[in-house]
Nanobody, 132 residues
Framework: QVQLVESGGGSVQAGGSLRLSCAAS????????MGWFRQVPGKEREGVAV????????YLADSVKGRFTASQDTAKNTLYLQMNSLKPEDTAMYYC?????????????????????????WGQGTQVTVSS
């Protein structure tokens, strides 16, 4: 049974940093798309970052490019989201997700897309609050 457990959320002032972790278990951490999403009450869940477990670069949403970095430690079955220069608008519940819907291009090979419907497994979320 796939389990995703997020940690590392908290409260921070604008300009600060946090690192979120997502511990994956119950499946082989290979050949999956691993993603970070976030949601505020009353709004749709928004994609933040996605990375393919078996290599290739990560993809970040425009709203976080230059400030956030997605990475993984395949030996620990753990996904990370390093968040720097945090802004009040980054305040949200952050979710880790896993899925196996892939895409292919001649230039990129197999890659993942930051689309909510492509992810089948979700963690419970960790709250991030950024104050001004």
């Amino acid at each position: 049974q796939v389990q995703l457990v997020e940690s590392g959320g908290g409260s921070v002032q604008a300009g600060g940093s946090l690192r979120l972790s997502c511990a994956a278990s119950g499946y082989t951490y290979s050949n999956y798309c691993m993603g970070w999403f976030r949601q505020v009450p009353g709004k749709e869940r928004e994609g933040v970052a996605v990375i393919y477990t078996d290599g290739g670069s990560s993809y970040l949403a425009d709203s976080v490019k230059g400030r956030f970095t997605a990475s993984q430690d395949t030996a620990k079955n753990t996904l990370y989201l390093q968040m720097n220069s945090l802004k009040p608008e980054d305040t949200a519940m952050y979710y880790c997700a896993a899925g196996r819907r892939f895409y292919f291009s001649l230039s990129s090979g197999r890659y993942c897309v930051l689309t909510r419907r492509d992810f089948d497994y979700w963690g419970q979320g960790t709250q991030v609050t950024v104050s001004s």
